[in-house]
């Protein structure tokens, strides 16, 4: 039992941290998690005794880790909040807090188990319910990111306990009686990062008649902010309208033009992204459907603390009449609830263009792309799956969604429809079903 269930936790922890991350356990209780990171160590915060024949430890003189893991300590910690406050003195701003605790509904078939001499003893105290965590975290200066609950059957029954554990035990009314609740959580930095400049990609595909414009109208906010036209594959004079933007304004702003490489808004997103050299990257489609000026919002969220990923929400406030046609109304709110439901973290709106996300958080993004491979030609997915991987706190800035005053939409409704299914289909077996 022990083995298998012990194998499941390593595969959950794992999703969030990389084998080449470091990431350090507090005040185990055994080594058969931690020791299966390549960097992992174990860090005791009082006078606990070490782990025999465990020598990768931690101490306040190594930099301070990407991860921190924390598996039950709160069931047995006799201040929890103090033990919270400590494990956040350890922590870095990108620092991710893995906690792990159990479901109380579990609490006398455990007992019963370890009675038997099937489980191995702990010095159990506390069974506490999600209210009380998520009291604690903010009594501790604390921010609960997202959270799941997994393991339903932690027995090993061939093809059963699989099917149990990947397809059951996520669904609603089956997860409600799960054993294990994994919570990821960061730390709450209340300092506003000033001088911070942004990079802007626009990627423009067919938009000759709103290059100008856009350009005139969007606002300075860092100290030496950029802006990055990204030309894909234009059959008007889209090209030609950008490199003549390009000579005629070059002195007053900060302009890059390229054309992308490949097809499709993803591509045209990473190859302006590979450009950009300020602290904010920050997408805006050239449509002007999102009002250049609501560009504001997004940097005032970001560099107050609001959140780390910051998308846009075209589904609050009251729309143009022809900005969005009712199918796709209708799409964007089912795609919205199903990747919700997916990453554990709400989505009023996952296809709005403008997202905004620190220069650094991109580039752990990037590092850990290989895990979904390349499968979203749009863009949106490949971000916002990838923060949520890494645990990035995101948050949903409203805006008003506008009609655009020229050019033809280049969303194909049904065959985009289509391939969005895939993608939530890809997403939920990656994510969610695992």
């Known amino acids: ?62 930099e301070k880790p990407n991860y921190i893991l924390l598996n039950g300590n709160v069931h047995y910690e006799r201040d929890i909040q103090n033990f919270l406050k400590q494990v956040k003195a350890i922590s870095k701003t990108s620092t991710r807090i893995i906690l792990i605790y159990y479901s109380s509904l579990w609490k006398p078939l455990l007992n019963l188990v370890t009675f038997l001499n099937i489980r191995q003893k702990t010095p159990e105290q506390n069974w506490i319910t999600h209210e ?4 604690l975290l903010r009594l501790s200066d604390l921010e609960l990111v997202k959270k799941e609950s997994k393991i339903l059957c932690p027995i090993y029954i061939p093809l059963i306990s699989y099917f149990i554990n990947r397809f059951l035990s996520p669904v609603l009314f089956f997860r409600w009686f799960n054993l294990l609740n994994i919570s990821i959580i960061k730390p709450i930095d209340n300092k506003i990062q000033n001088q911070l400049s942004v990079s802007i990609v626009i990627p423009a595909r067919n938009e ?14 860092g ?49 302006g992204f590979s450009l950009a050299s300020k602290d904010i990257f920050m997408i805006l489609d050239a449509d002007i459907s999102v009002q250049p000026e609501d560009l504001t919002k997004f ?18 406030y009251p729309m143009d009449k022809k900005a969005m046609r009712f199918f796709n109304i209708i799409g964007n709110k089912f795609f919205a609830l199903g990747f919700s439901f997916v990453l554990g973290q709400r989505f009023k709106d996952t296809l709005c263009g403008t997202k905004v996300l620190f220069k650094g958080d991109y580039y752990r993004i990037v590092a850990n792309r290989r895990y979904f491979g390349d499968f979203d030609p749009f863009g949106d997915f490949d971000l916002i799956l990838g923060a949520s991987r890494i645990g990035l706190r995101i948050t949903e800035v409203p805006i008003m969604y506008k009609e655009r005053t020229y050019g033809a939409t280049n969303i194909q409704r049904w065959k985009h429809g289509v391939i969005l299914l895939k993608m939530l289909i890809f997403s939920a077996l990656k994510m969610k079903f695992i």
């Open 208 to 221: 000759e008649g709103n290059i100008e414009k856009l350009l005139s109208r969007i606002p300075k906010m």
């Open 1 to 62: 039992m022990k083995k298998y269930f012990y194998k499941l936790i390593f595969k959950y922890v794992s999703l969030y941290a990389r084998n080449e991350d470091d990431i350090i356990e507090i005040n185990p209780l055994h080594d058969h998690i931690i020791n299966k990171f390549y960097n992992g160590k174990v860090y005791f915060l009082d006078d606990y005794s070490s782990i025999p024949n465990f020598n990768k430890t931690w101490d306040d003189n190594n």
């Open 223 to 271: 100290p030496d902010d950029e802006i990055i036209f990204v030309e894909g594959n234009s059959k008007d004079q889209t090209w030609q309208t950008i490199t003549h933007v390009y000579e005629k304004y070059k002195d007053k702003y900060n302009i890059i033009i390229a054309k992308q490489d490949g097809e499709g808004k993803g591509d045209a997103v990473r190859k």
């Open 299 to 316: 940097y005032f969220a970001i560099i107050t603390g609001k959140g780390e990923f910051i998308n846009g929400s075209r589904l609050v």
């Open 132 to 135: 009380d965590i998520d009291n």
